[in-house]
């Protein structure tokens, strides 16, 4: 039975249905295809490893979050068994790489970011410019799942950074509305159960996570700088959250 | 809290231009009497040095004809490509992939006229 108050039952509905948009606005169904296998796989060794574990049959919502992920970002005309190796491998991850009985890492960003290394996928970042969309129905996720100050710390530290380097180099602005990696921002980076919950660490993560994709980029690696700054700094998170301003932390 | 959603408005209208990944249009003509394809391939930058358009493979009708490596982008705005297809005829299906140097691509196609 669907629970439409759930966060995650509304982000599985949301993720859906601009899945549906996006291959009938681009005429591409093998986007569908995409989704479909990730969102299959990853739901299928979720369970598997749920029934090994606790003798029951379950579908999380968080298996079926993460196949969506993948299925946006993996490139549409990848093998059906590099997108079931990308999913597997986020889902693996987080079960076998846990501090105090959580997984670390946001489960498609590994398994995206280790499938372009080590099987050469590559990614397309499906409907990361419809920016009408995305934008409005981010803020009200961030805003329910409250990272708000996550938000603000990795565009502030964004604009700072790009301003100046605008700046330095005469290029006009105009036009550029439309170029920010909006799927990244309100759908990956604050992903809640990867990153800090108290507001410093939250704007710590954000700010940190903008600094290094923009050093990534200036050095010119040959990787994804955004996912790759978004699982450190997700490894991070036990560290920032020492700044806590709740018991256990520091301040 | 409103005042915060509204700061958090102004910050993306004003930093809108932090990353682009993968192209965002591919604008594809293709000239039957001179045979050259021309492709504008838009990527919005704040650094075309360091994040560029890095390849871009053409197809003829599902076959690799070109591709083509690139080492930084014409400028902030876009790539433009253009390449002799001498082979190319009227119906033909030509394709154009354009991959950014950190994440993403495109793909678009024309049929020929």
Known sequence: MLNIKSMKTQLILYLACLAVF???KDKNTGFIGVIFTAVLSAGLIESGIIFLKKKIFQISESSIITGLIIGYVISSNEAWLKIVFASALAIL????????HRHIFNPAGFGLFLSTIFIGVSLEWKGTYLWYILIPFGFYFVYRIKRIALLL????????LFLTQAVLNSYSLPGIFYYFSYFYIFIMLIEPKTTPVEILPQCLFGALTAVLAFVLTEIRVSFDVEIFSLLVLN?????LNLLSTKKGGLS | MKKLILLFLIFFTLSSFAYAHPPSDIIITYDSQSKILKAVIVHNVSNPKAHYISKVDISLNGKD???HKISFQDNNLNQTVSYLIPDAKKGDILEVEAYCSISGKLTKEIKVE
């Open chain 1, 235 to 239: 490894a991070s998170v036990p560290l």
């Open chain 1, 153 to 160: 710390g990795y565009v502030f530290i964004s604009l700072s």
């Open chain 1, 93 to 100: 991850s987080k079960y076998l790489i846990r501090f105090r």
């Open chain 2, 65 to 67: 004809v070109i591709e």
């Open chain 1, 22 to 24: 996006i291959a009938l």
